[in-house]
């Protein structure tokens, strides 16, 4: 669990131990429960407990060839499809012929004389089974009839499926008897789950609270913290806007007992794109796929998608918008379960959809940019191709429309880091006033607003609530909410710093405020210069050319693309040029140079080729992020190269 990820693991999965089967069922004990187990099941059984699971499965279909009737060998195949595969229903197949099999044959009582031990292994890993596949009411059924047959009760592990459920006050009531018993293993879980269901009752307070005492609760105990213990606290600290905080709690996570769900380098990326801190997301990127081969091989891909989210807002930022749509179409195709994740899985696709128009729309202004830059006759071709990615980008938009059109969901996407807007990067929620409309996004922020009583939250709502004013052309109040909402937010914001000072230059451009707006472009362009072409706003620019032809002619193309508009009084737009090398910068109001491009001409480069790849050149580094990122890398963070004979082997050995 986690409250980006919310992913609970049961007491045993946090330490990422083997599977429970060899604490439930050992086969040296079955002959105190009758002979029933042949040697070659007990073989198949070992094979389970000590991990080897493609062993295990290729001896339980020996013996199924030769006995059909035996439930160990289908209890073996359910074990071994579950981890080493996660093939659930193949895993649940199985599972339900072994217990049929098993109470045909003993009956569905624990009565002297039977191997009971099979069927509480059954009844155990059904459970699990269950939940993994989010039947959480099939999972409660099988955890009362454990624990109507067998002893030490299950009590924290009916907390998930009961929050899951939405029954919260059983939930919260199952975490506090599990809390009452004198078994680790039932603290540990109760802990991590009441750090979730307080999350999800909307307890802001009281989750931040239970998760640092499930954190303080593991290093009293001196059983060592684990990862999704920390990585949930650090996620509860971002919840309160704690980030430096969540920074250090989850660097912490890093080192700490690796967990079988949720990967702190996310959490870690997260926070450093939001913070403009690109080199280090970068870093923390690639430790992602690492630390995913570190799982047993049956949730290595449990969060995919998750990392596609991560990677294509970090893709999107760095101005690389095919390749973060292409991440973004990916995971809508796909979705992943969610057993292990307390939040509405409609959030996860908001914020896909979201990106993956965003970056089509990206795509599509790179297309505009460059069409700028060529001959008449060629224009028309790139303007159809960004007109097709337009259109792709409103299928994109039509899935947010229609994920929001509860008002509930609506309204709560707009409470950043709460359980309804979880995973929300505030750099990307003002997208919502472009697809929903100023007028939607007013209504439903100042109902959020209105039950929102977190310290620090105001300037959240007042960035989003200027650019719903700019998008109606209120430019006075968007002018003076983005002031206010500049004035109160952290240092640590500054990509949504960026937008709301791109707003406010734009609002005080059309207001004809042109100092003002020269500042803000400035201050904007210092901290996320790719903001513009997220917004798709021009800059207002007085361009300069000097040198031979070829300058004016990078002159010209620039002043047609849509990141440039001519306004006396704008920020300067210096075009030095001549055969050999172009250089192009912006200046500031007192003349200071706020970012340049220089392009080198190629010997076999006619005049006309060399000013419009100069052009192409000064707007592709002017408007990104200093971050050099290959292919190759991109498709690395995705995990793609990841594969070989020591992942194999984990399936085999772990």
């Not at 649940?92 to 569905?108: M, S, V």
């Not at 680790?184 to 789950?193: D, E, F, G, H």
């Not at 939250?457 to 052309?473: C, I, M």
């Not at 050999?580 to 706020?594: K, M, T, W, Y």
Request: aromatic share 6%.
């Amino acid at each position: 669990m986690s409250l980006t990820y919310r992913a609970l693991t049961l007491a045993l999965l946090l330490c990422a131990l083997p599977v429970r089967a060899q604490n439930l069922q050992d086969p040296n004990e079955l002959s105190l429960d009758g002979q029933d187990a042949k040697p070659d099941e007990r073989e198949a059984w070992r094979e389970i407990e000590e991990g080897h699971y493609v062993r295990a499965r290729e001896r339980g279909e020996r013996i199924l060839q030769r006995d059909s009737s035996s439930f160990v060998a289908h209890l073996v195949l359910g074990y071994a499809h579950h981890y080493a595969e996660d093939n659930l229903p193949k895993a649940l197949y199985h599972l339900g012929i072994a217990l049929t099999l098993y109470e045909r044959r003993h009956g569905t009582q624990p009565t002297p004389g039977v191997p009971w031990r099979w069927h509480a292994a059954l009844l155990n890993e059904l459970s699990d089974v269950h939940g993994d596949m989010e039947h959480h009411a099939q999972k409660l059924g099988f955890i009362a009839r454990y624990n109507e047959l067998y002893d030490p009760d299950m009590i924290s592990e009916r907390a998930w499926p009961l929050m899951k459920l939405g029954r919260y006050a059983e939930a919260r009531l199952a975490a506090e008897l599990g809390l009452s018993s004198d078994r680790p293993a039932q603290r540990v879980i109760a802990l991590n789950a009441l750090c979730a269901i307080e999350f999800e009752a909307g307890n802001d307070g009281a989750s931040y609270d239970a998760c640092k005492r499930a954190v303080e609760d593991a290093y009293a105990t001196g059983g060592g913290v684990s990862a999704v213990d920390l990585t949930n606290f650090a996620e509860a600290s971002r919840s309160l806007f704690k980030l430096d905080e969540a920074e250090r709690v989850a660097l912490q996570a890093t080192s700490a007992l690796p967990s079988w769900y949720g990967n702190p380098w996310m959490e870690l990326c997260e926070l450093y794109v939001r913070q403009g801190r690109f080199g280090e997301a970068l870093s923390a990127l690639k430790q992602i796929p690492e630390y995913r081969m570190r799982r047993p091989p049956h949730v290595r891909d449990a969060d995919r998608n998750e990392m596609r989210r991560v990677l294509a807002s970090f893709l999107v930022v760095l101005a690389k918008p095919e390749q973060a749509f292409e991440m973004t179409g990916r995971a809508i195709a796909a979705p992943e379960r969610r057993a292990h994740n307390s939040r509405d899985p409609g959030q996860d696709r908001t914020v896909l959809a979201l990106l993956d128009r965003r970056g089509r729309r990206m795509a599509a202004q790179r297309l505009l940019e460059e069409a700028a830059t060529r001959p008449f006759y060629a224009r028309p071709l790139l303007w159809g191709k960004a007109l097709l990615l337009r259109l792709e980008a409103q299928r994109s938009a039509a899935i947010v429309e229609k994920l929001l059109s509860d008002d509930a969901r609506l309204t709560g996407s707009f409470r950043l880091g709460t359980a309804s807007s979880a995973i929300m990067p505030p750099w990307l929620l003002g997208e919502l006033v472009e697809v929903l409309g100023a007028g939607v996004v007013h209504e439903s922020l100042a109902r959020a607003r209105r039950h929102d009583r977190r310290a620090g939250v105001a300037p959240y709502y007042d960035a989003v609530a200027a650019e719903a004013a700019w998008a109606a052309g209120e430019h006075a109040q968007a002018s003076r909410l983005a002031e206010r909402a500049l004035s109160q937010l952290g240092p640590a914001e500054v990509l949504l710093s960026a937008r709301v000072m791109a707003i406010a230059a734009d609002a005080a451009r059309a207001q004809e405020r042109l100092p003002a707006a020269r500042a803000r472009y400035d201050a904007a362009f210092q901290r996320d210069p790719g903001v513009f072409r997220r917004l798709e706003l021009p800059v207002a620019v007085e361009i300069r050319a000097s040198g031979d032809t070829v300058a004016s002619e990078i002159a010209e193309m620039l002043a047609r693309s849509p990141r440039f508009a001519q306004q006396p009084g704008g920020l300067g737009l210096n075009v030095r040029a001549d055969r050999a090398a172009a250089r192009v910068c912006l200046s500031g109001e007192q003349g200071q140079v706020i970012a340049c491009a220089e392009t080198q001409a190629k010997r076999t480069e006619a005049g006309q080729e060399f000013a419009a790849r100069a052009a192409q050149e000064a707007l592709q580094q002017l408007f990104s992020p200093r971050v050099d990122l290959t292919q190759m890398e991109i498709n690395s963070l995705d995990g793609q190269n990841l594969s070989g004979r020591d992942a194999l082997q984990t399936v085999f050995d772990w």
